[in-house]
């Protein structure tokens, strides 16, 4: 016998819903979850946190095959791995503390590397505040796996079940629509009927085809395929080469959007996304002396793990419908930044939205799709900057100006640090990058960058007075 | 405390917030203790321990007075700091976000509440 639900009143008390969707989640209603990356868990966390405050009992499983305890791509989500400073405070606040377990190495700072020269940026408090963990247990030959680590995806799915959340370790085949309720369906077993599916199964899954094929109006979002690598150098010679920054790389090679080096315990992850990342990319990429100069004795070690996964570039589209929400990389991520940050987003809104406004498609319309579609608008200025970027790449007098001012800026304290703040919070996603671009327009930014346009072309060896250290090349005036 | 922690590390002893100063942020206690100081006519009282996971500093964040009290590393302690900004903005979007600062307070409300309780019934019975 169905239990009473919460009712309208007891909703409409805290305040965040003014009509109530006669689709709602209800007493005992089942919730199934299509995948137990971080959209997953984080959905199911933020959906029996939410049901708590009111009193909602719903139940919640969450299809996921991997357990993310096996060593190499098997049991990996494939990401560079850095949980951002924005998601790192926001978790914070909300009670959730990342554990030395689970974080690899506390990041501080980013090192920009050019070929005009290297600059370090560091956070704005001198703290640790990015994380690099692992998606899964580590790098497949990286020997016996260390006992006092745990994945990102695992830590956060833990949390989920110690909220109740039950975990089916099924891969799903197929999602159908009969008799006006979801139905989810396995390899083995009979299919299971839902009140709510939140379908949180990344960019590469075999499911998002048969809900294409349901005709709601959803389109798989586009995909660009990325390449990332992991090298084995041990901790000494990681603090030693790296330290505690994340090392990005500026570099003058087509197709290349961003490439990073990330340390994480005894091991360097290298991530690179652009438009067509292939074999002769990552090797040119590789063969660039500022890459070389990362690594004892400039030479590159051999990779123990490998991979080429895709990313989310382009937004799905009508991520919603009666009952059915596509979270994370299924429906819209952040461009090249924080997808982590962005299924952290999407899924606390589409949980927001079925606990206080209801789970028809009106519902998901009005109170979730303005996250989907403020992070789409925001990617779209994202691409702009990017563009950007790439003239930066290309031409010599910009590199020289970019390092010259940020050199120069990381020599003071105070608040004028303008490139810094732009660059630190481009890489680290911690701002929208509708923000960051304004903040590029002030007149102060463009006159300093004008007056380091001028004095580090004019006279390039003034390079060697700021605070980067110039590549001989440079320091020449060449 | 090595590579694995985040935020910043105190040295036993050393002040993290200090009564009276101004405060743009809030803190996390990511590992080890603290313990929150206050100081009235010239002596220290100490009001409490925080452990793993504990929050100081919020009420800076609410309003714009100085900070209530001072809060020292007990021991090695590492600390994560909330920017107001990042927090205040976020908030706007996604009010739920302050769930659980509301929670502790309240709690600590409480606690005060049944201090308070007791002083006065100490109070009358002398
Ligand atoms: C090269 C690269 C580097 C990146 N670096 C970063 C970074 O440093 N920081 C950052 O924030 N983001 C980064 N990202 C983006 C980030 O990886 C994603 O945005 C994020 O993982 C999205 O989370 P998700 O839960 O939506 O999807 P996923 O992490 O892909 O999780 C989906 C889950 O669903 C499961 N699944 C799939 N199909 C099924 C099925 N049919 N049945 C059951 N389960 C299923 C999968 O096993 C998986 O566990 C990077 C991406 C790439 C490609």
């Known amino acids: ?478 | 405390m090595g590579i694995r922690s985040l935020g910043k590390r105190y040295r036993s002893g050393e002040s993290i917030v200090c009564q009276g100063a101004a405060g743009n942020c809030m803190y996390v206690i990511q590992e080890g203790q603290a313990e929150v100081y206050r100081e009235e006519n010239g002596r220290e009282i100490r009001m409490a321990v925080l452990k793993e996971g504990d929050f100081f500093g919020e009420m800076s964040i609410f309003d714009r007075e100085v900070r209530a009290a001072t809060v020292k590393a007990l021991g090695d302690v590492r600390v994560l700091t909330i920017d107001k900004k990042t927090f205040m903005r976020r908030i706007q979007k996604d009010p739920s976000l302050a769930f659980d600062i509301v929670r502790t307070m309240s709690q600590r409300i409480r606690q005060l509440n049944c201090d308070l309780a007791e002083m006065r019934a100490r109070e009358t019975e002398k």
């Open chain 1, 1 to 478: 016998m169905p239990r009473p639900s919460a009712s309208i009143e007891d909703r409409l008390a805290v305040g965040l819903s003014e009509r109530f969707d006669p689709v709602a989640l209800e007493n005992g209603s089942r919730v199934g979850v299509i995948g137990g990356g971080p959209a997953g868990s984080f959905f199911s966390l933020f959906l029996l946190k939410m049901a708590e405050t009111i009193g909602l009992d719903v139940d919640i499983d969450i299809y996921e095959p991997r357990h993310f305890v096996h060593k190499g791509p098997a049991g990996c989500n494939h990401c560079g791995g850095i949980v951002s400073e924005f998601l790192v405070q926001l978790l914070a606040a909300e009670g959730f503390r990342l554990p030395p377990e689970v974080v690899q190495r506390g990041i501080d700072s980013y090192m920009l590397h050019m070929d005009v020269g290297t600059v370090r940026i560091d956070t704005p408090l001198q703290e640790k505040r990015i994380a690099a963990v692992y998606r899964g247990n580590g790098p497949r030959d990286a020997g016996p796996a260390p006992t006092h680590v745990v994945g990102f995806d695992r830590h956060l799915q833990d949390l989920a079940v110690s909220r109740g959340a039950k975990i089916r370790r099924q891969l799903v085949n197929q999602v159908s629509w009969e008799e006006d309720r979801p139905h989810v369906q396995c390899s083995t077993g009979p299919s299971e009927v839902y009140d709510l599916v939140a379908v949180a199964a990344g960019i590469n899954s075999n499911v998002l085809q048969p809900i294409e094929g349901l005709e709601f109006g959803y389109r798989i979002p586009e995909a660009a395929r990325t390449f990332i690598c992991e090298f084995h150098l041990g901790e000494a010679t990681i603090r030693e080469h790296l330290g505690t920054s994340m090392h990005l790389f500026l570099l003058d090679i087509p197709h290349l959007e961003c490439a990073a080096i990330i340390p994480k315990g005894d091991f360097v992850t290298l991530c690179l996304l652009g438009d067509k990342i292939d074999d002769s990319l990552v090797t040119t990429f590789l063969d660039a002396p500022e890459v070389r100069a990362c690594f004892p004795k400039a030479m590159v070690p051999r990779t123990v793990c490998h991979c080429f996964p895709r990313i989310n570039v382009k937004a799905a589209v009508r991520p919603f419908t009666d009952r059915i929400v596509l979270i994370g990389d299924s429906g819209v991520a952040r461009l090249y930044k924080d997808g982590i940050g962005s299924a952290y987003r999407t899924a606390k809104a589409a949980a927001r939205t079925a606990v206080f406004h209801g789970i028809s498609d009106e519902a998901f319309a009005k109170h979730y799709w303005p996250t989907c579609r403020q992070i789409d608008v925001d990617n779209s200025i994202g691409r702009f900057m990017f563009t950007v970027s790439h003239v930066i790449q290309k031409t010599r007098p910009t590199r020289r100006a970019l390092f010259r001012m940020t050199a120069t800026e990381q020599t003071r304290t105070g608040n004028r640090r303008h490139m810094s703040s732009v660059l630190w919070d481009l890489f680290t996603g911690s701002a929208p990058y509708r923000e960051i671009l304004l903040r590029t327009f002030r007149p102060a930014f463009v006159a300093r960058l004008g007056w380091n346009l001028v004095a580090g072309n004019v006279a390039p060896g003034s390079l060697a007075s700021a605070n980067g250290q110039p590549t001989n090349g440079d320091a020449n005036g060449h």
